[in-house]
């Protein structure tokens, strides 16, 4: 076991270190463990066969569809009509054009799937406008950074389409519906501490806007919001599962964007299926590398013996994942979101069954732990991407991130430590 170990982590971490991608990195490290139990040969085969048969998934569909139905919603002029929207719900509050940039996230992000891709659309629209009104870049760009992951909790999520495949099925439906509470629970606690701090600064509010502009802002957004009505009216009410929403999403998407705005033509469907395809084969050659890393951990007993381990430095389930939420937070900072939530769902979900919790509730504790990291650095890609939208140095803005920060690990502690808050809409609505 303690080879298994030693050779599986070992390795994996001695790869990333001299700079092997992160796929390559985790099957290498997969097939040297299981070469402590058998030839070379049958060692490589186990490792090509995971991969196929565990890519070999009708739920996995849902995630090239999505990414698709994102890219073209990120390039049919809807983060602008969303923005439009935000300055009708945060406009009157101070800084309005801080909060505007958070609830612009929150919906951009939900509709998206996609936190890089919140930070890049909302931030880039919004940047020179608070530049333009006096806001303090970094300050803006510290809450553009930290709001965008909220969109990785609000349905529809790729990222717990992931962890319901590698949880062994945990129901989509419950676990997208889990994902609403804590999402807007963490926008609006950046949003507290962005009032707060944009009061002291006396930032200006947005003028009132008319009746008129506040229902075009209103009509203009409500088709790409009913994108997430029809997904989750359809899945939740059992008219077509998960998988065949994201179809129905991309159906959607393209009417809204080549039929209805004309934002896109028909010549940029093939960049735009170019790059899905190539976002789909990132994520799906990580997704077979971590099958046949979790293959090698249950080969080799390691998930049994950590379980073991946790398990006996006490019987206190609240000190057990106040520990698994603490090395959650510090994989974060140097491991991107998707690798983290493969690699270690299979590590840290028999400790948690063992202390009687929910598989629901702790994917969504999984995915709000590692949203804190993607947004900070050495390894935060939201960070990055939002410090390069906005031409604000990264070490200009990690003092104003600090609060949010803050804020952020509050709200994880809270949904961690409260389940109801992830469970109280599945069971309102599933019985679940």
Avoid at 216 to 235: F, K, N, Q, S, Y
Avoid at 239 to 259: H, Q
Avoid at 345 to 359: A, E, K, Q, W
Avoid at 416 to 423: A, C, D, K, M, R
Wanted: hydrophobic fraction near 60%; charge should be positive.
């Amino acid at each position: 076991m303690a080879n298994a170990i030693l050779i599986l982590f070992g390795s994996f971490g001695l790869l990333m270190l001299i700079g092997v991608p992160i796929a390559f990195a985790i099957g290498i490290a997969a097939a040297a463990t299981f070469l402590l139990f058998m030839g070379f040969e049958q060692s490589m085969f186990i490792v090509a066969q995971q991969m196929a048969s565990g890519l070999d998934s009708f739920t996995l569909l849902a995630i090239p569809m999505f990414i698709l139905a994102g890219n073209i919603m990120n390039r049919g002029g809807i983060a602008r009509r969303l923005i439009e929207l935000a300055k009708v719900l945060g406009g009157r509050l101070p800084g309005a054009l801080v909060h505007v940039n958070i609830i612009a996230n929150m919906l951009f992000g939900s509709i998206s799937g996609s936190a890089v891709a919140s930070a890049a659309a909302v931030g880039g629209v919004m940047a020179p406008v608070q530049k333009r009104e006096g806001y303090d870049p970094a300050f803006c760009t510290a809450a553009n950074v930290a709001s965008c992951p909220t969109g990785l909790l609000i349905p529809p999520s790729t990222t717990l389409i992931v962890y319901s495949l590698i949880s062994g099925g945990t129901s989509i439906a419950a676990l997208f519906l889990a994902g609403y509470l804590p999402g807007i629970l963490m926008g609006v606690a950046l949003m507290v501490v962005a009032g707060v701090i944009s009061k002291k600064r006396g930032y200006p509010v947005v003028p009132r806007p008319s009746a008129a502009q506040a229902f075009a802002a209103m009509r203009d957004a409500v088709l790409p919001l009913g994108l997430i009505v029809i997904i989750m009216g359809g899945i939740v009410g059992g008219i077509f599962t998960a998988t065949e929403a994201s179809a129905i999403a991309v159906v959607y998407a393209l009417v809204l964007a080549l039929v209805w705005y004309r934002e896109i033509g028909l010549r940029d469907l093939p960049k735009l299926l170019i790059d899905s395809a190539v976002t789909t084969s990132i994520v799906l050659l990580m997704i077979g590398c971590s099958i046949a890393m979790s293959r090698a951990m249950a080969f080799g007993g390691i998930p049994g013996t950590i379980s073991a381990y946790l398990l006996g430095l006490t019987d206190n389930p609240y000190m057990i994942l106040l520990v698994i939420v603490i090395i959650l937070l510090i994989i974060g900072t140097f491991m991107d979101m998707t690798p983290a939530l493969l690699i270690f769902t299979p590590i840290f979900l028999p400790v948690v069954r063992d202390l009687g919790i929910d598989p629901v509730h702790f994917g969504i504790i999984m995915t709000i732990n590692l949203c804190v990291g993607i947004c900070t650095p050495p390894v935060g890609s939201a960070l990055f991407v939002g410090c390069s939208i906005s031409g604000v140095s990264i070490a200009r803005v990690l003092r104003p991130l600090l609060p949010f920060y803050a804020v952020l690990i509050a709200v994880v502690i809270l949904v961690t430590f409260v389940p109801e808050i992830s469970l109280f809409l599945p069971r309102l609505l599933l019985g679940y």
